[in-house]
């Protein structure tokens, strides 16, 4: 999933700049995860993907470029959900790394998805059928940090989907929820798998109801 394209624009003030955009997070609280243990409800899959306190960890290889992992306990429509992680720079120009916040889940082929790369491009993306369609893309992101932890906060509430990087509102488009009980959930990809390529760390994960 490459190209990019679309300048950030103005989110309202609920998602507004914080020093720690998780932080920020309102209303009922509907999931929590410090990974101190694995009774998260998630769906692991080793090696790719690990639960080792207090962390989790996404390692991908040369035959595995991308994973997700969704919470099977656990659901939400409109909420507002924040990851805090660590992604490798990338090893060479197409070694790319990106984690994302997958939402709207029915399964894994179906569901949206807001990313962040280490080359610092954030982009949302929509997973229908096992085909991916790009929705927006913007490069350069405002408040990415290329070294350290960054937080990744997505919004899905009023019929639009607003993105932020780190207390920097970042993206904002209008979508439809789909029906029924959706999951949410990490994904990691790297462009080109190398072996031993050191993993991608989620530290934490907050869905709220964000009203």
Same mark, same amino acid.
């Given at each position: 999933?490459?190209?990019?394209? /679309?300048?950030?624009?103005?989110?309202?003030?609920?998602?507004?700049?914080?020093?720690?955009?998780?932080?920020?997070?309102? $209303?009922?609280?509907?999931?929590?995860?410090?990974?101190?243990?694995?009774?998260?409800?998630?769906?692991?899959?080793?090696?790719?993907?690990?639960?080792? %306190? %207090?962390?989790?960890?996404?390692?991908?290889?040369?035959?595995?470029?991308?994973?997700?992992?969704?919470?099977?306990?656990?659901?939400?429509?409109?909420?507002?959900?924040?990851?805090?992680?660590?992604?490798?720079?990338? /090893?060479?120009?197409?070694?790319?790394?990106?984690?994302?916040?997958?939402?709207?889940?029915?399964?894994?082929?179906?569901?949206?998805?807001?990313?962040? $790369?280490?080359?610092?491009?954030?982009?949302?993306?929509?997973?229908?059928? $096992?085909?991916?369609?790009?929705?927006?893309?913007?490069?350069?992101? %405002?408040?990415?940090?290329?070294?350290?932890?960054?937080?990744?906060?997505?919004?899905?509430?009023g019929g639009k989907i607003a993105i932020?990087?780190?207390?920097?509102?970042?993206?904002?488009?209008?979508?439809?929820?789909?029906?029924?009980? /959706?999951?949410? $959930?990490?994904?990691?990809?790297?462009?080109?798998?190398?072996?031993?390529?050191?993993?991608?760390?989620?530290?934490?994960?907050?869905?709220?109801?964000?009203?």
């Amino acid at each position: 999933m490459k190209g990019l394209f /679309l300048a950030a624009v103005a989110l309202p003030a609920l998602m507004c700049a914080s020093a720690r955009a998780c932080e920020g997070q309102v $209303g009922k609280t509907i999931y929590e995860d410090t990974f101190a243990d694995d009774s998260g409800g998630w769906d692991i899959s080793p090696p790719l993907t690990a639960i080792k %306190p %207090p962390s989790l960890l996404i390692t991908l290889n040369a035959n595995s470029t991308n994973v997700g992992s969704q919470v099977l306990t656990f659901h939400a429509n409109e909420a507002d959900y924040c990851l805090e992680g660590t992604i490798p720079k990338a /090893l060479a120009p197409d070694t790319n790394f990106a984690l994302g916040v997958e939402f709207w889940a029915t399964d894994y082929r179906n569901f949206w998805l807001a990313m962040f $790369g280490s080359d610092g491009t954030v982009s949302l993306w929509n997973q229908a059928n $096992g085909v991916w369609t790009s929705i927006a893309k913007v490069l350069n992101a %405002p408040g990415f940090k290329a070294d350290g932890s960054n937080a990744l906060r997505v919004t899905t509430l009023g019929g639009k989907i607003a993105i932020s990087l780190n207390g920097q509102p970042v993206k904002m488009v209008r979508a439809q929820i789909p029906e029924g009980e /959706l999951r949410f $959930g990490v994904y990691g990809q790297v462009d080109k798998g190398t072996d031993g390529a050191p993993p991608i760390v989620v530290s934490s994960y907050k869905v709220t109801s964000g009203q």
